[in-house]
């Protein structure tokens, strides 16, 4: 039992190393944690930067910055919860987070926001009331090659149209998986 336990910890573990490794955006709160050496008492311009990066704060980022600035997760879920400027994983199923740094904008980001907004019926930082889809956005999440990207359920996705983010989103609407 303990055994079983003890590699279902030790796969948790490796599944959320492997999703740090793949993610470009952790590699940038990297950077800025650096930028701050790593100073516990950088920790809200952190947060913020996690927020500009990923749309929302959510376990496995709070928990990276814990490590980064070495200071208890405790101390990062407070300040994460304590200020209404940052926003915790919101409630929909699926989230949808539209860069609009200014690569992607260029590119046509808030065209693709507004084709996604009109689909799934709210705003960006909303949720639809049968909390299917939630909407974000984000500033510049690290893959300006390939701009504009939105990033569904976690997956960076590459040169989005208006076509294609709305038949995402309809598709969720839809078959409500
Ligand atoms: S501006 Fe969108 S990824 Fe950089």
Redesign the pocket.
Known sequence: MVTAIAEKRQQSVLASAQMIAADKRYKILQTSMKRHQNQGDALIEILHRAQELFGYLDTPQLKFVAKGLKIPPSRVFGVATFYHFFQLKPKGRHTCVV???????VKG?DKVLAGIEEQSGIKAGETTSNNQVSVLT???????G????VVYDGAVTPRQGIENARKHIKEWMSNGS
């Open positions: 860069c609009m740094g200014t690569a992607c904008y980001a984000a500033r510049c999440i690290g893959a300006c390939i701009a504009p990207a």
